[in-house]
């Protein structure tokens, strides 16, 4: 018992002096994504430039080369949205082959977009979004438009949907069902077990440390979006939707078993939920660091009941 004590006290005084001492947490603590994807160039993407009230955003259309089934608008994940993300291209890649155009916006703040995604709200991406759906029906007209939400852009995806008018459908891939604050305390029970800490005094931790990032490492963004609830967003959705996740991020960042449960509770029958075995945040398989072949067949079969070949293939 004394053991335990002493350990207790140990890590409340390391902590007291971490947080005293300045030194920050990183808020996005994971390595490098090593995803097989091919290059941005390969697929030709065209410059796009379009406006978001005051702001002037830019991004990249691809176009499939046999006629387009729909237009996919990314939303992205937390901090800077990068061109060359493999996981993007990756996706962008996948859809192109199936038929479908993708817009991918630079995030506000991001490459060649006005603004600071640091002090933005979920609306104020949401606003972003509806923007870009709007571009998306300027450059392929009549096309049917859906949006793709990835990780933070998951809990965008439906309140941008729920603005929108006459969307095909809405994707989130890991993006979390719970609030950003839980979320944020899920994953740093996670980072501090990884760091050695027995998991119940990092479960005891973990609020500290989150509480840090809110309120000194990241404190203009965590005040508008830390008590952010999807789920009436996911309820009031009127449109296909399809929801996937990776098991193994339940030991990274990302409460998969919470998140089903309130999409459960939400109790919309038009939202499909996948859980992928053996994948974590990235959705990929491991051994061959591609998407993994089960997210690819349900994106494709969800597609193909969302966007009826009869209603695509506008050249």
Request: proline share 13%.
């Given at each position: 018992m004394k053991w335990v004590i002493r350990l207790l006290l140990a890590g409340i005084a390391g902590l007291a002096a971490w947080i005293a001492a300045g030194i920050a947490l990183?808020?996005?603590?994971?390595?490098?994504?090593?995803?097989?994807?091919?290059?941005?160039?390969s697929l030709a993407p065209r410059e796009i430039r379009f406006s978001s009230g005051d702001l002037r955003l830019a991004g990249m259309l691809f176009l499939p080369e046999a006629g387009t089934r729909s237009v996919a608008v990314i939303i992205h994940g937390s901090g800077a949205s990068d061109r060359q993300s493999p996981w993007y291209l990756a996706l962008t890649a996948f859809l192109l082959d199936a038929g479908h155009a993708v817009l991918l916006p630079d995030k506000r703040g991001s490459e060649s977009s006005d603004g600071n995604w640091r002090n933005a709200s979920f609306e104020d991406l949401a606003q972003d979004a509806l923007a870009a759906i709007e571009?998306?029906?300027?450059?392929?007209?009549?096309?049917?438009?859906?949006?793709?939400?990835?990780?933070?852009?998951?809990?965008?995806?439906?309140?941008?949907?729920?603005?929108?008018?006459?969307?095909?459908?809405?994707?989130?891939?890991?993006?979390?069902?719970?609030?950003?604050?839980?979320?944020?305390?899920?994953?740093?029970?996670?980072?501090?077990?990884?760091?050695?800490?027995?998991?119940?005094?990092?479960?005891?931790?973990?609020?500290?440390?989150?509480?840090?990032?809110r309120t000194l490492v990241q404190p203009e963004l965590w005040s508008r979006i830390a008590d952010f609830d999807p789920g009436p967003h996911w309820a009031g959705l009127r449109i296909p939707a399809l929801i996937v996740w990776g098991a193994e991020d339940e030991h990274d960042n990302l409460p998969v078993a919470a998140s089903v449960q309130r999409i459960r509770e939400v109790d919309n029958p038009l939202i499909e939920v996948l859980v992928i075995p053996g994948v974590g945040h990235d959705l990929t398989d491991r051994k061959s660091g591609r998407l993994s072949a089960t997210l690819v067949r349900s994106l494709a079969e969800f597609l193909a009941l969302a966007v009826p070949v009869d209603r695509g293939r506008h050249d």
């Open positions: 990183d808020p996005d603590p994971h390595p490098p994504l090593r995803i097989v994807s091919p290059s941005l160039t571009a998306a029906r300027f450059e392929v007209p009549g096309a049917p438009v859906g949006l793709i939400g990835v990780s933070q852009g998951g809990w965008i995806a439906p309140l941008a949907a729920m603005r929108a008018s006459d969307l095909a459908y809405v994707i989130n891939l890991s993006g979390a069902a719970v609030t950003p604050s839980e979320q944020l305390t899920f994953e740093e029970v996670n980072t501090l077990a990884g760091l050695g800490l027995p998991r119940p005094l990092a479960r005891l931790l973990a609020p500290l440390t989150a509480w840090r990032i």
